[in-house]
């Protein structure tokens, strides 16, 4: 299994930011060292889970039009943990964000139980 701690959400004024941090932990996820692609999606009340930002182990990373040039996600290797950095928040932006693990060789998935962004004035 694997298992998540998500931090960093709360309420922000429009324009604002937020960093939320999400560190994985378990025997598979240490068991499978390398392969993990993480990531952040996030779901507003009444619409579907949609994709935030991923990166995988080497780097890269995919980026949701919508936050492209707002949003940073990164990650620590040795810490097991990955970050979204939002800055200009918007209200639209207002959603839970989920952390994600999927592992790109067997495509284990895994889920956080989310964490909630509120962007209001």
């Known amino acids: 299994q694997v298992q998540f701690v998500e931090s960093g959400g709360g309420l922000v004024q429009p324009g604002g930011s937020l960093r939320l941090s999400c560190a994985a932990s378990?025997?598979?996820?240490?068991?499978?060292?390398?392969?993990?692609?993480m990531g952040w999606y996030r779901q507003a009340p009444g619409k579907q889970r949609d994709l935030v930002a991923t990166?995988?182990?080497?780097?890269?990373?995919n980026y949701a039009d919508s936050v492209t040039g707002r949003f940073t996600i990164s990650r620590d290797n040795d810490k097991s943990t990955v970050y979204l950095q939002m800055n200009r928040l918007k209200p639209e932006d207002t959603a839970v964000y989920f952390c994600?693990?999927?592992?790109?060789?067997?495509?284990?998935?895994?889920w956080g139980k989310g964490t909630l962004v509120t962007v209001s004035s």
């Open positions: 994600n693990a999927w592992h790109v060789l067997t495509g284990m998935d895994y």
């Open positions: 378990g025997s598979i996820f240490s068991h499978y060292r390398m392969g993990w692609r």
């Open positions: 990166i995988t182990s080497g780097g890269t990373t």
